[in-house]
């Protein structure tokens, strides 16, 4: 099984930054697709950004393309998604997610439907 752990949120001034980190542990596929979703109550979830582990080809949603810098470390255990520019709206819960990749060739998704790996999430409040 994965677990995917994530941290970073809490409130911030509007304007502001914030890093949210996610950490996987247990058993991870050995190639994977791993990104970052937000969802607010009432909305659907929002896909964000996603990295393909085979080349670390990235993906981000066109609507807050250009305001966080997605990177995941060496190890590739942790993915990090620093914000800057926070706006009120972007209050949200921040969660993690992965899934199996099963060709090196197919592009990440960035549909929470695709998903079969969830973190219990990491809340932001922007105000």
């Known amino acids: 099984d994965v677990q995917l752990v994530e941290s970073g949120g809490g409130s911030v001034q509007a304007g502001g930054s914030l890093k949210l980190s996610c950490t996987a542990s247990?058993?991870?596929?050995?190639?994977?697709?791993m990104g970052w979703f937000r969802h607010v109550s009432g909305k659907e979830r929002e896909g964000l950004a996603v990295?393909?582990?085979?080349?670390?080809?990235?993906r981000h949603d066109d609507s807050v393309k250009g305001r966080f810098v997605l990177a995941q470390d060496n190890t590739k255990k942790t993915l990090s998604l620093q914000w800057s520019g926070l706006k009120p709206e972007d209050s949200a819960m921040y969660y993690c997610?992965?899934?199996?990749?099963?060709?090196?060739?197919?592009?990440?998704?960035?549909?929470?439907?695709?998903?079969?790996?969830w973190g219990q999430g990491t809340q932001v409040t922007v105000s």
């Open positions: 990295i393909r582990s085979t080349d670390g080809h990235t």
């Open positions: 247990g058993s991870m596929y050995s190639r994977y697709c």
């Open positions: 997610a992965a899934y199996l990749l099963r060709s090196p060739l197919y592009v990440c998704s960035l549909e929470w439907e695709d998903f079969d790996d």
